[in-house]
Nanobody, 115 residues
Framework: QVQLVESGGEMVQPGGSLRLSCAAS????????MRWYRQAPGKQRELVAG???????NYADSVKGRFTISRDNAKNTVYLQMNSLKVEDTAVYYC?????????WGQGTQVTVSS
């Protein structure tokens, strides 16, 4: 069973930065796509950013220009660099990976942006 373990979430002030990490228990090259989602209290889970096995990336409009997704295949880790954080970025951030018909989720990491 594939395991995804997120880390890096914490409380930060508006305008600050964080880097989230998602470590996979298996070789990431087998995953077609890896993504970051987030879910704020009372809201639906939403896509934040994705990166394909070829390195193609996509972002939600709300984070474009502020967030960057990247992957280190040697470390089997995907990152989400988050800059210029806003209060509305507060959420639990989840890592997602797909391989064939299977999808895998991490347990989530809390990001709180507050002054």
């Amino acid at each position: 069973q594939v395991q995804l373990v997120e880390s890096g979430g914490e409380m930060v002030q508006p305008g600050g930065s964080l880097r989230l990490s998602c470590a996979a228990s298996e070789n990431m090259n087998s995953f077609v796509v890896m993504r970051w989602y987030r879910q704020a209290p009372g809201k639906q889970r939403e896509l934040v950013a994705g990166i394909s096995s070829f390195g193609n990336t996509n972002y939600a409009d709300s984070v474009k220009g502020r967030f960057t997704i990247s992957r280190d295949n040697a470390k089997n880790t995907v990152y989400l660099q988050m800059n210029s954080l806003k209060v509305e970025d507060t959420a639990v951030y989840y890592c997602y990976a797909s391989r064939g018909l299977n999808a895998y989720w991490g347990q989530g990491t809390q990001v709180t942006v507050s002054s």
